[in-house]
């Protein structure tokens, strides 16, 4: 079992920035692979960004390629994304996934989720 608790989302303006945060606890926080995901109303969830077991590996979707970082510190058991630049259109709710599988890029290898926080950039 793992419990992952989002946190850091709210309401900014565009060209503002956040600071996502997952907490986890339960099974090895090190050896899950981890990612960020998104979902906005009437879409489906997409992938945002993923990182490997020990960090060194780290995908970030082209629409947020060089506005948005993901990163882990494995002696917090804790998982971030951080937002810069952000858009209007990156209004969205934001998960936190756990994959036992390793680091991947596809939605169904991630088997733990989070509850998910509010991300809203007004324009």
């Known amino acids: 079992q793992v419990q992952l608790v989002e946190s850091g989302g709210g309401l900014v303006q565009a060209g503002g920035s956040l600071r996502l945060s997952c907490a986890a606890s339960g099974r090895a926080f090190s050896r899950q692979a981890m990612a960020w995901f998104r979902q906005a109303p009437g879409k489906e969830r997409e992938l945002v960004a993923a990182v490997s077991l020990g960090g060194s590996s780290r995908y970030h979707a082209d629409s947020v390629k060089g506005r948005f970082t993901i990163s882990r510190d494995n002696a917090k058991n804790t998982m971030y994304l951080q937002m810069d630049s952000l858009k209007p259109e990156d209004t969205a709710v934001y998960y936190c996934?756990?994959?036992?599988?390793?680091?991947?890029?596809?939605?169904?290898?991630?088997?733990?989720w989070g509850q998910g926080t509010q991300v809203t950039v007004s324009s």
């Open positions: 996934a756990s994959s036992r599988v390793g680091y991947t890029t596809t939605l169904a290898d991630y088997d733990y």
